[in-house]
Structure formats: structure tokens, C-alpha cells
């Protein structure tokens, strides 16, 4: 009896001695994807290629586990498994349910009657990177049943290098005279890719656009802050290009318009889509330039500046888009500035003499609130407050300017603004003190000529220099230009 048990055991010995090395040992290498959007939660990973070693046989099916260290977001039928030789039939194994994806494995099957040198390729695998908090280089984890994977080092397979923003965005910002309508004007938003082939392509493999939204691929959204004012205008054309690509108008699932759209002061959807609809070039680095066309049609007096975010989208809460991404807003870009018109006054002479009591008293007025045509017979101003700015150039010395700010008070608001109607009336040394608080090199005395720009139009003044005993002389400021647009003014204050 016990020497019938002993042969049992060494036949039961040897079974298991011969389908260990029947089994296969697989060498792993991996082709890694250099970069991904860091806000993507469908970025292709790197290709992973799986290698019976020399002297090594798959005589039993077994399953390769592949386990990422995010969630696959791939439907499983964009993912990819080709074998070669006895593994033609592999194939993605049916445990690679939703519920494995979402813990990031995926399961291969692997047939058995492949030989040394025969492959299975895995590709095709997208990763959400935007809730991941995955380090990078990325690697992932492999094992196998049945048969064996040679020993890895430490973070490999790799299957994606770095991740980086999408684009930086960028503008030209159109200037609008908000009293003296012209132009039209052109401003232009516009998204450069950060790295190259960011913007990936047009209905590339794996893919999935909405109904009608096809070819499926990235998008960049653009959110204004306000609509454009009454009497403006922002005109969005159906096709801009990105170098050597086109983006076309579009929904938010992808559907492409038609036509242009056109933004007024009654819009509501402040939100633009422009989606990639050819092949973007991934050896340039693209920048996709929207021109918006701006209208004026009449004054805008008041009108809030208008600035844009943009993002790359779809930003897909129903999960089905590839790609789609989570928002990731860019910091606020100028799209279109409204400033008033302004006035140039000259005083040509102006004189603080502190030790024998000169100085040069100035009033200037904001004509802007007048009797209307009925009575001058001249077109009625439009009423608006503004800034003044004050340039001194001395006789000797170095050039300098300040801004009144606000609390200055002499006639002007909290704000620092001289309003419509209102009039200024200040000393010369008293402008000059303030100065002087913010930056210490402004002289104490001065003598020489003033130029004082007043950001509205109509403005009108008067300075007079005196000694206050003896010595007086008054002259009008001259107005030296009208209706000259001036986005800021730079002061010892800004």
C-alpha cells in the first residue's frame, strides 16, 4: 500500500512538473504616451505589448490582469487586444466589466498554443487623470494566471510620461470709444496648445461623439462674464483656424452649427463651443485664434468691460463623450474695453514757489451736463464722469504725473472721479502734496508748464497764478485734443 501511494504521488509530481514549464512566461514592454491633459478624464494611454520569452509555450489558456492606478474610462469596446501566431485569438476577457474598469483592471485572455516570439498588443485603454491624483510617470501593475510574467522593475511598464494643461490662453483686446461709436473692430481669443498634439484630432479612434455630433473630438469653450452693452454687437464666425487646423462652431454635446452666432445685450448663452473638425498636425504646436468682429452702433457710456475663460471641453456629465474633460477655467482675458472719451487741457505756465508764496490756483469744469441743442445750438454731450491726470514738465528737473485718487476731494467723488456737471478747484501745491505722499522725489516747488487729461469729454479750465498780495496772472487752459480714447492713465499712484 504505501508503495502504490508513493507512485500516485511522483506520476501526480510529474503532471504538475510538466504543465508548469508548459506554461508560458511573458516578457512585458510598453510604449508610453509622453503627455495627457491633466483636467482629461478620457486620455489615451500608452500601448502595452506582451511577449512569449524564448523556450516557453502557452499550452493552457490562462488571463493577464493589467490594473491602473485610476479608473479606465475606455468603453469596452474601444479597447483593443491583437495577438500574433497561436495567440491570434486573444481577446479582452469578460470579467472586464464596468465594475473592473472602474477600479481600473482589465483582463486579458490568453489562448493556449502560442510559441516563443508570439505577442498580444494592449491599446486603446483611456484613464481619468482629472480626479486621479496619480503621480508621473504612470505605471501599472500587471499579473497573470496559469502563466508568468517576467519580474519588472519598480514602476514599470510606464504607460504615460507627464500630464500638462491643455492650452494657455491668450488676447487681443478691441478698445471701444463708449461716446464716439466707429470701427467695427476686430478682437480675438485664442487657445495655444501647451504641448504638442494636444488638441489631438478629429474623430480619432476611440472616440465617441453625441447624435449628430460627430467627428467626435476636443472642443475649447469659451465663457464671457456680461453680454456686450446696447449698441454693441460681438459677431463669432462659423470656422477659425488653428495653423494648420480648423475648429468649427459648435453645442455643447459637439453638434456643429451652421452659422456664426451673434451676441446683444439681450443674450443670455454666454457660452461658445469651437470644435476640432480636421487633422490637427501633432508636430506644431497649433493656436486656435477666434476673430470676433465688434460693432458699434451708438454711445455705450457705462458699458462693463467684457472679458472670457476658456476651457477644453466636452465637459460630459452623462459620462458618454470621448473625449470629455472636467472644467478647468483659464484666468479672465480682456475681450473688448469701453473707455470715454477724453480731454488734453494745457496750461502753459504754472508756478509753486513756497518761499515767496507763489502758487497757481486751477479749476476745471465737466461740461458734459449742458443746456442740450435747444439752446446753444450744438449737440448735447453725453453725460459722464472721469479721471484727471496731471503731467508736470519743469523748466529744470525730470518729468512726472499723478493721478488724483480717490478721497482727493477739491469738487471730486469718493471714487476719485469728477462728476458730470461737477468742477475741480485746487491749488497746484495741494495736487503736488499728494503727489508727493505716494512718491518722495516729487519736488516741493515747481515751475513750468501742465498738461491735465481729463477721461471725459467737454472738460474746460482755468489757472491762475498768483502770490496772493502783489502778483496775479489767469489764463483758460487750452483744450489741445478732444474725443482721444485713453484706456488708463498712468500715474506716480497706479
Given at each position: ?177 463708449a461716446i464716439a461709436p466707429a470701427g ?46 446696447a449698441n454693441v454687437t460681438l459677431a ?223 472738460a474746460h479750465g482755468f489757472a491762475t ?30
Amino acid at each position: 500500500m504505501k508503495v502504490r501511494t508513493l507512485l500516485v504521488a511522483a506520476v501526480m509530481l510529474l503532471t504538475f512538473t510538466v504543465a508548469a514549464q508548459a506554461a508560458a512566461v511573458f516578457d512585458v514592454s510598453s510604449t508610453p504616451v509622453t503627455a495627457v491633459i491633466q483636467n482629461g478624464l478620457t486620455e489615451n494611454s500608452g500601448t502595452i505589448l506582451f511577449t512569449i520569452a524564448p523556450g516557453s509555450t502557452a499550452s493552457e489558456s490562462g488571463t493577464i490582469t493589467v490594473t491602473y492606478p485610476t479608473p479606465v474610462t475606455s468603453p469596452t469596446t474601444a479597447i483593443s487586444v491583437v495577438g500574433t501566431g497561436g495567440l491570434a485569438t486573444a481577446s479582452l476577457n469578460t470579467a472586464t466589466t464596468t465594475t473592473e474598469l472602474a477600479a481600473g483592471r482589465v483582463w486579458i485572455t490568453v489562448p493556449a498554443g502560442g510559441a516563443a516570439g508570439d505577442k498580444i498588443t494592449l491599446s486603446g485603454v483611456r484613464v481619468n487623470i482629472a480626479t486621479s491624483g496619480v503621480g508621473f510617470p504612470m505605471s501599472v501593475l500587471i499579473s497573470a494566471t496559469i502563466n508568468q510574467i517576467t519580474p519588472l522593475p519598480a514602476g514599470t511598464p510606464q504607460v504615460i510620461l507627464n500630464a500638462q494643461p491643455a492650452i494657455n490662453v491668450t488676447s487681443t483686446a478691441a478698445t471701444v470709444n463708449a461716446i464716439a461709436p466707429a470701427g467695427p473692430f476686430t478682437a480675438n481669443m485664442k487657445a495655444q496648445e501647451v504641448f504638442l498634439n494636444a488638441f489631438g484630432g478629429a474623430n480619432e479612434a476611440g472616440n465617441v461623439g453625441a447624435t449628430g455630433g460627430t467627428p467626435a473630438a476636443l472642443m475649447v469653450r469659451f465663457t464671457l462674464n456680461v453680454a456686450p452693452p446696447a449698441n454693441v454687437t460681438l459677431a463669432f464666425p462659423l470656422t477659425a483656424s488653428a495653423t494648420n487646423t480648423v475648429f468649427t462652431l459648435a453645442s455643447s454635446t459637439g453638434v456643429l452649427a451652421t452659422a456664426g452666432s451673434t451676441l446683444t445685450s439681450t443674450s443670455t448663452n454666454l457660452v461658445l463651443y469651437y470644435k476640432l473638425t480636421s487633422g490637427s498636425v501633432p508636430t506644431v504646436q497649433e493656436t486656435l485664434d477666434v476673430p470676433v468682429t465688434v460693432t458699434q452702433s451708438g454711445t455705450c457710456v457705462g458699458a462693463t468691460n467684457i472679458t472670457f475663460t476658456a476651457t477644453v471641453a466636452p465637459i460630459d456629465a452623462t459620462n458618454t463623450l470621448v473625449p470629455r474633460y472636467q472644467a478647468s477655467e483659464s484666468a479672465a482675458k480682456a475681450l473688448v474695453t469701453f473707455v470715454g472719451s477724453s480731454t488734453t487741457l494745457l496750461i502753459p505756465y504754472a508756478s509753486v514757489q513756497t518761499a515767496i508764496n507763489y502758487d497757481t490756483g486751477i479749476a476745471i469744469s465737466n461740461t458734459t451736463t449742458d443746456p442740450g441743442t435747444a439752446i446753444t445750438g450744438i449737440t448735447t454731450a453725453t453725460a459722464q464722469a472721469g479721471g484727471l491726470t496731471f503731467y508736470f514738465y519743469p523748466t529744470t528737473g525730470t518729468a512726472f504725473s499723478f493721478a488724483l485718487p480717490a478721497g482727493y476731494g477739491k469738487g471730486l467723488n469718493t471714487s476719485g472721479l469728477l462728476p458730470s456737471g461737477g468742477t475741480l478747484v485746487t491749488l497746484l501745491s495741494e495736487v503736488m502734496t499728494a503727489a508727493r505722499a505716494v512718491t518722495s522725489t516729487v519736488p516741493t516747488d515747481f515751475q513750468g508748464y501742465v498738461f491735465v487729461v481729463a477721461n471725459f469729454t467737454n472738460a474746460h479750465g482755468f489757472a491762475t497764478v498768483s502770490n496772493f498780495s502783489t502778483y496775479t496772472q489767469a489764463s483758460p487752459a487750452l483744450i489741445v485734443n478732444q474725443n482721444a480714447s485713453r484706456a488708463t492713465e498712468t500715474g506716480l499712484n497706479n
